[in-house]
């Protein structure tokens, strides 16, 4: 066990998908419940205080993370002595389906977010679109959302391309249109890079008084892996659980792009890829000054000779 893991059973027990769901069956009817909503999706819930971390993730992506396979809102909450809710789509449904809409019916109807404190939705990519559209379910929640789709219909988002098969999904009923399904939230964090067009689209999708716009240039398309290796996720969801998340917070977790040597790569491609020499060269200088890595040190060595000769 860390700080941030609870680790309840061996990674390798679970050989198949059946063997997983069978096992967060079992740990279900210990910690809260487990639950299989139709064939597609599941709700794992984990009763501990009355702070509730409602997380959107994907079944591969819980798989094959670490952390014990248990879902990234078990492994966040649970060292915290916070309460989870995890909803688990097997494949990239956008949790549009019959079963997941019936599951949130049911809380509504028991009043089940009225029993904590705090209520914070979080996902990412296709889970920020679940955490938008949900939380229209826990009125005065408050949702972070990582570079999520705000919706995929057609008819306001034909310009998004990149999810061609989701297109057959229905995003127009119940529980369809995040920005709408998001107006009652205390606050809607959206996180996104400017740079990603289709990304800053649906981001300028999402108004109004209740929404923060957090914008981290050049983080790329996949936002919660690059806060994960830069180790400013977890904090990240915590400010949002603990009530402490605004503007000036996140610039202060985000200023550890400095010294990532992944991020400082991904914006010296970018240099590279505009053909400025001397522009080059000064970031290369500057990334070395920050960060020891063989690869920028071999960049900036080529740099070097390439200026030395010209």
Known sequence: MTQ??????????AQSDADWLAIMDEIGEETG??????????AFFSDLGPVLLVTFEQLSGVRGAGGGQMPLGYQIAAPRGWSSLSIVAHD?????????????????????FEDFDRVVFYGAGMGGYGATAFSVAAPGCTVLALAPQSTLDTDLADWDRRFLKARRLDFT??????????????????????VQQVDAVHAAMFRGPQVVKLRARH???????DLARMNVLRPLIDAACSGTL??????????????NAHYLGRLIGRIQ??????RLLQALRAANDLVDHPQLRRALAKAEGESAAS
């Open 173 to 194: 009923s119940r529980f369809g249109y995040g920005p709408d399904m998001s107006e009652g939230c205390e606050k809607v964090f959206v996180l996104y890079d400017p």
């Open 219 to 225: 983080i790329g398309r996949d936002p919660q892996a």
């Open 273 to 278: 890829s505009q053909n400025r020499p001397v």
């Open 4 to 13: 941030d893991t609870i680790d309840i059973f061996d990674a390798g027990e």
């Open 33 to 42: 419940y487990f639950e299989q909503l139709g064939g597609k999706h599941s």
């Open 246 to 259: 605004d503007a000036y917070r996140f610039d202060r977790l985000w200023r550890a792009r400095r010294t």
């Open 92 to 112: 990239e449904t956008w949790f549009r389906d019959p079963a997941v809409y019936g599951f949130f019916d049911r809380l509504i109807d028991d009043a089940f």
